[in-house]
């Protein structure tokens, strides 16, 4: 009997550990039951005031006839292959100006916001990548904060560069925003609006991250931007508004595998802008130059402007742009072959006039026309100074080749031509 009884307390004093468990686990469980109930409670979607809009480019383009080009170099004559502008030639292509994207937001609270937004390019591929996501929090009616994957603000259209409809222009001048071609950084930023008089001003000062791929003469590097800071002021006075820009940053790039000599190492360098517009509705006056530079000696500094003039009669408006980019610092490494040779694969030397028309052919839907003329290709100076021949260059380097939006362009009487047709609308 006492045997027995032995046996039953050590039953007991197994299974009571076990039995204790076992009503722990299910209470955790029905706790992470409660807890998923309410989750699902707050972040209903009928709680959730969703945005949805987004964009559709459609878009061709081709340049003239350029293929009869027979120049002299620094060998024999020869012929050159056929230049290119943008990843234009003489054939008609659709997918360099067509892209598309789709934006959502979630406000949360009256306070707390999220933003998405996704593009795909078909420069690109149309690769999907994710343009924007980031927290918007609301702190006043005139003062916000952000944080995530923002947009960039170095330009006056940074905002909406991708959103053709919002722009007179199929494509945006690339002499002045090619000269830092990136969209998008990881950070945060503060906007702050406030009334001087009649003038209102918008101020926004932000800090992040970027890594950029560039081609320099056929070789790939990547720019890796640290500490970038910046600070933007936008004013406006009735139908006319100003912009005025600023941003400042340590640029890494490893140039020459083995090699530090060319590398740029937490070099500074700064984007400045600064821009106005005059729009009344009828008449449309904008006009905008920007430069790029960095601390390093074979890096150009690169300086690009445009006005645009355009009048508006009902649906259609008519419209003329003359843009510019120019390089400086060459003097630097006149007499370095490879740094010569590095300067003139970000150096950009040319000028356009470009002639367009928009037609509003229906609500968020405009259709436009434009062909462009570029001439002043590359800076002769630079090709003299190109002797003896560059080693790292073909031999037979024509004049003007260098620093243009052009690759390989002739010296030629003649000067090439863009065309260009769009759909563009917002949704």
């Not at 409809?165 to 002499?175: K, T």
């Not at 932000?206 to 320099?216: A, E, K, M, S």
């Not at 609500?363 to 021949?389: C, H, M, W």
């Amino acid at each position: 009997m006492k045997k027995t009884l032995a046996m039953l307390g050590a039953c007991v004093s197994l299974i009571t550990p076990a039995l204790a468990q076992s009503a722990t686990v299910e209470e955790l469980e029905r706790r992470l039951e409660q807890l998923e109930r309410e989750s699902s409670s707050r972040t209903s979607v009928s709680d959730v005031d969703l945005k949805v809009g987004g964009f559709i480019n459609a878009g061709a383009a081709a340049t003239n006839n350029l293929t009869d080009n027979v120049v002299s170099g620094a060998g024999p004559t020869e012929e050159l292959s056929p230049p290119t502008y943008a990843g234009l030639d003489e054939e008609v292509t659709y997918d360099r100006l067509t892209s598309a994207g789709i934006q959502v937001q979630a406000n949360v609270s009256d306070r707390v916001s999220g933003t998405i937004q996704l593009y795909a390019d078909g420069a690109d591929d149309f690769d999907a990548q994710t343009e924007w996501a980031y927290i918007t929090y609301q702190f006043t009616d005139a003062t916000e904060a952000r944080a995530g994957r923002l947009v960039i603000p170095l330009y006056m259209h940074s905002q909406y560069q991708n959103v053709g409809y919002a722009l007179p222009w199929i494509e945006l001048p690339r002499e002045a925003y090619d000269i830092a071609p990136v969209r998008s950084m990881e950070g945060v930023d503060l906007t702050t609006r406030f009334q001087t008089g009649n003038v209102a001003h918008s101020v926004n000062v932000f800090h992040g991250t970027l890594d950029i791929d560039v081609g320099i003469n056929g070789t790939n590097a990547t720019f890796r931007m640290r500490d970038i800071t910046g600070i933007n002021l936008t004013s406006s006075l009735g139908n006319l508004s100003t912009w005025l820009s600023y941003v400042g940053s340590e640029a890494n790039v490893d140039i020459l595998p083995g090699t530090s000599v060319y590398d740029i190492d937490n070099d500074y360098g700064y984007f400045s802008s600064a821009g106005f517009q005059y729009d009344n509705g009828a008449l449309l006056f904008m006009a905008e130059q920007t430069q790029l530079s960095i601390a390093n000696r074979w890096f150009p500094a690169n300086t690009g402007s445009y006005a645009t003039l355009g009048y508006r009669f009902g649906r259609f408006m008519p419209h003329v742009t003359w843009a510019e980019v120019d390089d400086d610092g060459y003097n630097d490494v006149r007499n370095d072959p490879v740094g010569r040779f590095l300067y003139n694969g970000l150096a950009s030397h040319q000028k356009s006039w470009t002639f367009g028309v928009r037609a509003d052919v229906a609500t968020n839907l405009a259709l436009k026309a434009e062909v462009s003329r570029f001439y002043d290709l590359g800076d002769e100076a630079q090709s003299a100074a190109a002797i003896p021949p560059n080693p790292l260059l073909p031999a037979g380097l024509p004049a003007h080749q260098t620093g243009s939006l052009f690759s390989s362009v002739p010296d030629r009487d003649d000067t090439p031509l863009v065309f260009r047709l769009a759909a563009q609308m917002v949704f």
